[in-house]
């Protein structure tokens, strides 16, 4: 995944921070195919980029950053093509943020549907 964040300003003064490259490598297993309920463990990578996709200047936060580590998962269908999932990021390696714990929240669709309900 690749996020780029709109710039901001603090007391009138322009704020930019870099964009973020994520990237996961997941094991998942589906446990109730009717209801798409499951769980996945995932290896996953976030690293601050020391640049923008718009060609500003990075002028907040730190200019780059890194960690990797776990996370686990649990994956639930709320209709046929809305899939939301719940887990928590626990850093391993990297600089900055390591051994912080990351809660995520998640809903995707799909345009097509993932559930035989």
Request: zero cysteines.
């Amino acid at each position: 995944y690749y996020s780029y964040q709109i710039p901001s300003s603090k007391d009138g003064a322009a704020e930019r921070y870099g964009d973020i490259f994520q990237y996961r490598l997941a094991f998942e297993h589906v446990l109730n195919d009717k209801r798409g309920f499951g769980y996945a463990i995932e290896l996953i990578g976030v690293d601050g980029m020391p640049f923008r996709i718009d060609r500003a200047s990075v002028t907040a936060g730190q200019k780059t950053f890194g960690v990797v580590g776990g996370q686990p998962t649990i994956e639930y269908n709320l209709t046929h093509r809305i899939v939301s999932s719940v887990g928590v990021l626990f850093t391993a390696a990297g600089n900055h943020d390591i051994a912080g714990a990351f809660p995520n929240f998640s809903l995707y669709y799909y345009f097509g549907k993932v559930t035989p309900r």
